[in-house]
């Protein structure tokens, strides 16, 4: 006589899983949330120490989370445990890391800058030029979308900076429209758009 493997009642079977699909919906809108506030901060030339810290902790969070209900869900696809919800619920985590991918990608190309400088780029002009003629702006102030805090001019090149992000590090923007700009200390210079360069400057 062969035995037949108890079943779980529907009711049953659905408070078993239905936990996992809500921390599914909880993680996705918590991850879509922290995303998209480091993308809005990406957009910027740098970020205070703290808060890229903060960020820098939870992004494992974001990522493997996402991995594992990845797997939790293909798991119980292939068990058929709720087969249509749980394929339906995976789009959610693989969103999440198409994201994390997009967030990557903002990091290395900087392109939230480049975007941010298109959307403010005269009054950014403005400054420029006041400075270029020689005068003295008043500091700090809002430019465009760009919170200024110095300026510095070196052979018709204008040091805008925007932000510190701890152990007196600044970073910020360069207008250099003919060459790369001249290196001071331990400055970084990653090329924008036109006569635009992201800045760093480690001391």
């Known amino acids: 006589m062969r035995l037949k493997s108890p079943q779980l009642s529907p009711s049953l079977r659905a408070a078993t899983t239905s936990p996992i699909l809500t921390f599914v919906r909880w993680h996705f809108l918590g991850s879509f949330f922290w995303i998209a506030c480091v993308v809005v901060l990406q957009s910027d030339t740098g970020v205070p120490l703290l808060l890229s810290m903060a960020f820098f902790c939870t992004f494992p969070l974001v990522l493997f989370g996402a991995i594992f209900f990845v797997g939790l869900l293909i798991y119980q696809a292939v068990r058929r445990e709720k087969r249509l919800q749980a394929i339906r619920h995976l789009s959610l985590p693989l969103i999440v890391l198409l994201l994390c991918a997009v967030v990557a990608w903002l990091d290395r190309t900087h392109y939230g800058v ?85 800045w760093l400057r480690s001391w």
């Not at 001071?184 to 992201?198: A, K, N, Q």
Request: net charge negative; proline share 8%.
């Open 114 to 198: 480049v975007v941010r400088i298109k959307l403010a780029e005269q009054p950014l002009q403005s400054l420029v030029q006041s400075v270029q003629r020689g005068n003295t702006p008043q500091l700090p102030q809002q430019v465009g979308l760009f919170k200024v805090r110095r300026t510095e001019i070196r052979d018709g090149v204008v040091w805008i900076v925007t932000n510190e992000t701890g152990f007196g590090n600044e970073t910020g923007l360069v207008h250099s429209p003919y060459q790369e700009p001249p290196y001071i200390s331990e400055d970084y210079y990653g090329h924008l758009i036109g006569p635009w360069w992201i």
